[in-house]
């Protein structure tokens, strides 16, 4: 790890775990190490008074109604009509639940803002610092990486605690482009960002 990383001030921290969803995690290969690595980050961060939070992708009838024919991706999710609300394969992947107090918002687009009120959650509750973890690293993390830092939060990302379809798309990302808005971490380093 970069001997210039900040150290982490988990007052004003959030974990935002985004698109830990059955039905996005089973994209994967094998989405077991990833998510008993992010169960370990977790736990690490309750400990230590981080705060928790989620982000998770799911439909309603208007939800589908509302989506336009120009976009791609999502006009052919509109038309399957996956991720719709009540499924079981849309619900935060039980080894990630979230707890009592926990902040969970649901988007209808690919990064964590767009269609939330995340941004003003955040402030709120006075979060400055993000440290996320994703399905998928070219999807939601990509996509979060960029508009948190148009919102000038300090931006930490788990590489360990993120996956992708495309092991070098995410390889690529983690080490060629999030690094100029993020500091990238493994879950392994998230104790000495917190001040061990």
């Not at 009592?100 to 995340?118: E, H, Y």
């Not at 092991?167 to 971490?185: C, G, R, S, T, W």
């Amino acid at each position: 790890m970069n001997e210039n990383v900040p150290i982490i001030d988990p007052r004003h921290t959030m974990l935002l775990v985004m698109d830990y969803q059955s039905a996005i995690l089973n994209n994967l290969p094998d989405s077991s190490e990833l998510l008993s690595r992010t169960t370990e980050a977790m736990t690490l961060a309750r400990s230590r008074g981080v705060h928790i939070g989620y982000v998770w992708v799911a439909f309603s009838d208007a939800d589908y109604d509302a989506i336009p024919k120009t976009n791609k991706g999502f006009s052919a999710v509109a038309g399957s009509r996956r991720l719709a609300l009540d499924s079981p394969d849309s619900a935060i992947h039980p080894a990630v639940a979230p707890e009592s107090g926990d902040l969970i918002v649901r988007k209808t687009r690919v990064g964590a803002f767009s269609t939330t009120d995340l941004a003003q959650q955040l402030r709120e509750r006075e979060i400055d610092t993000l440290i996320l973890a994703g399905v998928t690293t070219s999807g939601v993390v990509l996509s979060t990486v960029r508009d948190a830092a148009d919102h000038d939060y300090r931006l930490y990302v788990l590489e360990d605690g993120c996956a992708d379809r495309t092991p070098e798309v995410h390889d690529l990302l983690m080490q060629k482009v999030f690094p100029n808005q993020a500091y990238v971490i493994s879950v392994d380093e998230l104790p000495i960002v917190l001040g061990d």
